[in-house]
Nanobody
Framework: VQLQASGGGLVQAGGSLRLSCVASGFAFRSYTMGWFRQAPGKEREFVAAISWNGGKTGYADSVKGRFTISRDNAKNTVALQMNSLKPEDTAVYYC???????????????????WGKGTLVTVSS
């Protein structure tokens, strides 16, 4: 199983980044996919999740209206479009997969079956 996240980098506040995660080694189209992040000195937190067919999405309150999660089952990829970035969005971002059916809302990190290595996003003020 591999989850390879990319797209992180340094961006000024107010800017945009698009993260992408390519999955392999499991039945991607059957899995809920999620993005989580961990800032220095803080616990890993939920950012966004999407159901197996893209029909359900959910976001943390802190990113709602600014971030959009999407997936392409034909390409085994999940993306996170991040707009209006703020310095407090600075963190390592991880994509993760879970075989449980997603019905919306918050998704606990401990529920995820597989994790990628993460990509660093730094937002300067």
């Amino acid at each position: 199983v591999q989850l390879q996240a990319s797209g992180g980098g340094l961006v000024q506040a107010g800017g945009s980044l698009r993260l992408s995660c390519v999955a392999s080694g499991f039945a991607f189209r059957s899995y809920t996919m999620g993005w989580f992040r961990q800032a220095p000195g803080k616990e890993r937190e939920f950012v966004a999740a999407i159901s197996w067919n893209g029909g359900k999405t959910g976001y943390a309150d802190s990113v709602k209206g600014r971030f959009t999660i999407s997936r392409d089952n034909a390409k085994n990829t999940v993306a996170l479009q991040m707009n209006s970035l703020k310095p407090e969005d600075t963190a390592v971002y991880y994509c993760a997969a879970d075989r449980t059916l997603y019905t919306g809302g918050y998704y606990p990190s401990k529920a995820m079956d597989y994790w990628g290595k993460g990509t660093l996003v730094t937002v300067s003020s």
